[in-house]
């Protein structure tokens, strides 16, 4: 589960004001002065606060250790398992708190790529709009999953060497059991 915004507010906040009673409590207890309890207490919560600041400012400028997204080109015969090994896996990256697309393309062929064939020109033209999208996609933190037949190793090659941060995972599958599981009777048809 990912933390909403408000949730991750309401949290700091409270750890905040747990902080801040805790900290008037032992100065008041060391002090046994109010007034001086409660000096500290503001001056080391205003220190913190500019000193938080300063500290994420220059974190902000270091490159080490900054994550980028990810692109996993999942390929596979028809029916292999692609959109299911794709779902289960962004469900538990999801569950670690990363952001995960699913780039199924049976779903992208519905939209963006609606003008396209099957002939391999169209097919690679498909696999380059898939990862353009993955590519984008990876640029803003978010981990991709191409899930889509993508039958040549040239295109393949050509997404791969997008970036350093592209994975591909051929998903193998027996042709008797493709022919089983036949979910869009190309098999059938074959």
Known sequence: MIDSPKR?????????????????LISFLITGDEKKALIITVLYHSIQIIFYFIHERVWTRIDWGKTSGLCIQM??????GKSTLSLEVAKRLRH????????????????????????KED?????????F???VLARNNVISIIAAIN????????VSEKGHNVKTVF???????????????LYRRA
């Open 96 to 119: 670690r708190g990363y952001k995960v697309e699913i780039i199924d393309g049976d779903e992208y062929r519905e939209g963006l790529c609606n003008d396209l064939g099957f002939s």
């Open 8 to 24: 991750s507010i309401t949290k700091a906040a409270s750890w905040r004001l747990f902080a801040l009673i805790f900290l008037s």
């Open 133 to 135: 999208v993955s590519k």
């Open 151 to 158: 039958p040549y190793d040239k295109i393949r090659n050509e």
């Open 123 to 131: 097919r690679n033209a498909n696999i380059r709009r898939l990862g």
């Open 171 to 185: 998903i193998q599958c027996s042709l008797e059991t493709l022919k089983t599981r036949d979910t869009k009777g």
């Open 75 to 80: 390929t596979g015969m028809s029916g292999a």
